[in-house]
């Protein structure tokens, strides 16, 4: 049989050096960029205002997380929310028709039937809910009576 890898741990992002990751590298190489431009293009005034936005934009963009989710992804999810449309959900519960239903004709001039899910009496649903809650130890009313029937060492007060 052959064996595969499995990758373990993808969501934690390749360091370059340090704790520096790729994306963050890729980010301040950007920023580092567009504050080499200004430096360039503009005069000196003029350029320490640009730098303090570029240089804060950058930290922000390549450090900064919201809620473990990285600054850009939160923007993206703060922007498509405050410009997409909203919408009001209103549920209404109704009861589907499912596999699981008696068919009961209903006496009429047309031949109509009606569908009535099947429901478990309530006792019994009690029962199973709590089987369930217990992880099996709980085996229930039937299964108390198997027990007796086997003659095990039977106490109702455990």
Not at 11 to 25: C, L, M, N, S, Y
Not at 39 to 52: A, G, P, Q, T, W
Request: with cysteine; net charge positive; glycine share 6%.
């Amino acid at each position: 049989m052959n064996r595969f890898l499995v990758p373990q741990f993808i969501e934690v992002e390749d360091k370059i050096f340090g704790p520096v990751t790729v994306r963050q590298f890729i980010i301040c190489t950007i920023g580092g960029l567009l504050i080499f431009m200004s430096y360039k293009l503009s005069d000196f005034s003029l350029f320490l205002f640009e730098l303090f936005i570029i240089a804060g934009l950058t930290i922000v963009m390549a450090f900064v997380k919201v809620n473990g989710k990285n600054f850009h992804f939160f923007l993206l999810d703060f922007l498509d929310f405050v410009f997409k449309t909203k919408k009001i959900s209103i549920w209404k519960k109704e009861e589907n028709v499912s596999k699981k239903t008696e068919i009961k004709p209903v006496k009429s001039k047309k031949e109509e039937y009606k569908f009535y899910p099947k429901r478990l009496p309530v006792s019994r649903l009690t029962e199973l809910s709590l089987i369930v809650d217990t992880g099996g130890v709980y085996t229930g009313e039937s299964g108390l009576a198997e027990l007796k029937e086997k003659d095990i060492n039977f106490s109702p007060n455990l």
